[in-house]
């Protein structure tokens, strides 16, 4: 069964370093998230992209996080620099389209020191 | 503000019994999607109910839609333990493009 990869499982990192999380989504899906989801609370969207190009980044820290998708595949959210208030779990998720049920990936855990 | 409130947050409940979980949400929406998230893990799909009225089951779980009341609910029969996780509502909505809002979750224990 096709998944959505992420990668790393986990991150930890000090305060005002660079880091980044890589997604690759299931083969075909056209639309990606990625979403961020704090301990004890619901995902919240970061950004949308529909093949290569950004349909949503409104909730997007947009001076310290970017997130791209270059060729409508696989997509890299960056931060930089990390806060301590980032830690998080950092979900991917692709569908057929936007209004389609959404995939997850495994997600990512921030740990920011 | 744009909200979707689950209630309970918490429920605890004893195995072989019933209950509800209840998903309001503020926006208009002919769409919401029910997840399921075991603790640790990532997000699973269990429902998409697409318009008022909508009702999917699956196995001991149920779920309806009313679009009027902007109201869905997440009906549980004969709890088991395996149904320990949290649950969340989202919705998504109109607003230049379609946005997602997920709920608050509602964490379920179901006790042997």
């Known amino acids: 069964e096709a998944e959505v990869a992420q990668s790393p499982r986990y991150k930890i990192t000090e305060k005002s370093q660079a880091v980044a999380f890589w997604c690759d989504p299931i083969?075909?899906?056209?639309?990606l998230y990625w979403y961020r989801q704090i301990l004890g609370q619901g995902p919240e969207l970061l950004v949308q992209?529909?093949?290569?190009?950004?349909?949503?980044d409104s909730q997007l820290p947009k001076d310290r996080f970017s997130a791209e998708r270059l060729k409508g595949v696989d997509s890299t959210l960056k931060i930089q620099p990390a806060e301590l208030g980032d830690s998080a779990m950092y979900l991917c998720?692709?569908?057929?389209?936007?209004?389609?049920?959404?995939?997850f990936g495994a997600g990512t855990r921030l740990s920011v020191l | 503000e744009l909200k979707v409130e689950q209630n309970p947050l918490f429920l605890s409940m004893q195995e072989g019994k019933n209950y509800t979980i209840y998903c309001n949400y503020s926006?208009?929406?002919?769409?919401l999607y029910w997840y399921r998230q075991d603790p640790g893990k990532s997000l699973e799909s269990l429902f998409v109910?697409?318009?008022?009225?909508a009702v999917k089951q699956e196995g001991r779980l149920m779920a309806s839609l009313d679009t009027k009341a902007r109201l869905s609910t997440l009906h549980i029969t004969a709890a088991v333990h395996d149904l320990s996780a949290t649950y969340f509502c989202?919705?998504?909505?109109?607003?230049?493009?379609?946005?997602?809002?997920f709920g608050t979750g509602t964490r379920l224990k179901v006790l042997a």
């Open positions: 989202a919705v998504d909505y109109l607003s230049g493009t379609y946005k997602y809002i």
């Open positions: 926006t208009t929406s002919d769409r």
């Open positions: 083969s075909g899906h056209a639309t």
């Open positions: 998720a692709s569908s057929t389209g936007r209004r389609n049920i959404q995939y």
């Open positions: 109910l697409l318009s008022n009225g």
């Open positions: 992209f529909q093949d290569e190009s950004v349909v949503d």
